[in-house]
């Protein structure tokens, strides 16, 4: 039944999301053909870039950017917007009633926010690696060459994953934390002002974690980072980074805890 939650809601987003996505690979492509003509007329005439070309390279990557807030801005309020309205509003009376576990509700509302915040990421990387390999005739082959070859993913391999696991499970609490906020408001003492109730709870509850967790980490992890730097690579004190990774899953387990419980006891959807 998750996957099939989970289906439902990768569509609901996909409509929004992967017309953003490919406008913004679009507009990549035409940045990096752009650049790479004006920057070849410059080579070979010996000339200043025409004064035009500049405006028309600044204008397109102005939209690009403010491509990219609103991605940002979209992903946001599309978190926000699909787990309350599915969950919290009137459509709350009909996901209810389904054979499922409020769990899996929320469960696939997370899963499927993590994979749009994989895919945005993987979708800016490949517009600037667009833009560099049509515009500034950047060899992908041959970088990736240097890279392998580097010595790099040899020794920084499990530092990649942990970074990777570390964005995960802090966006992964923020999400939770929008979560958790939207169902606190609900409750029929704050149901008059949910969305001021709302706002302030995303702070009050922020404010909480950051202090939890940095109590924890001062008495638990002590103060030092433990970060030894080689000629080759930056190595972190894995234990270190593993411990705090760990109090990060149970920042998450925690949300989700509170999260499901009020779903389950305190739901209001009047």
């Known amino acids: 039944m998750l996957g099939k939650l989970m289906k439902y809601e990768f ?22 053909v752009n650049l790479g003509v004006n920057f070849k007329n410059e080579a070979v005439d010996g000339l200043p870039m025409d004064p035009s070309a500049y405006n028309t390279q600044g204008i397109l990557s102005l939209i690009l950017v403010a491509l990219f807030v609103a991605l940002f801005v979209i992903t946001i309020v599309l978190t926000i917007q699909r787990f309350k309205k599915n969950l919290l509003d009137e459509e709350g009376y009909l996901m ?19 994979i749009y915040a994989i895919i945005s990421a993987i979708v800016a990387s490949l517009s600037y690696i667009i833009m560099g390999s049509i515009g500034g005739d950047i060899n992908i082959l041959e970088l990736f060459k240097v890279f392998t070859h580097s010595g790099f993913l040899a020794e920084g391999i499990q530092s990649i994953v942990y970074m990777i696991l570390g964005i995960l499970i802090n966006y992964s609490i923020f999400v939770l ?10 409750l029929p003492q704050l149901s008059k002002h949910r969305v001021a109730a709302g706002v302030v709870l995303f702070f009050i509850i ?8 940095n109590f924890v980490t001062n008495n638990l992890l002590g103060s030092v980072a433990g970060l030894e730097i ?17 109090i990060g899953l149970a920042i998450v387990t925690v949300l989700f805890l509170l999260t499901n419980w009020i779903l389950n006891k305190k739901l209001n959807l009047e």
């Open 11 to 32: 569509k609901a987003c996909g409509r929004i999301f992967f017309p953003l996505y490919l406008g913004i690979l679009i507009l990549a492509a035409i940045n990096g």
């Open 96 to 114: 209810f009633t389904l054979p499922v576990k409020s769990s899996s509700l929320i469960l696939s509302k997370l899963l499927v926010a993590l």
């Open 177 to 186: 934390i929008i979560y958790l906020s939207l169902s606190v408001g609900q």
């Open 206 to 213: 922020n404010l909480i974690i950051t202090n939890i967790y």
């Open 230 to 246: 080689t000629s080759n690579f930056i190595v972190s004190n894995f234990k270190y980074i593993a411990l705090d990774l760990i």
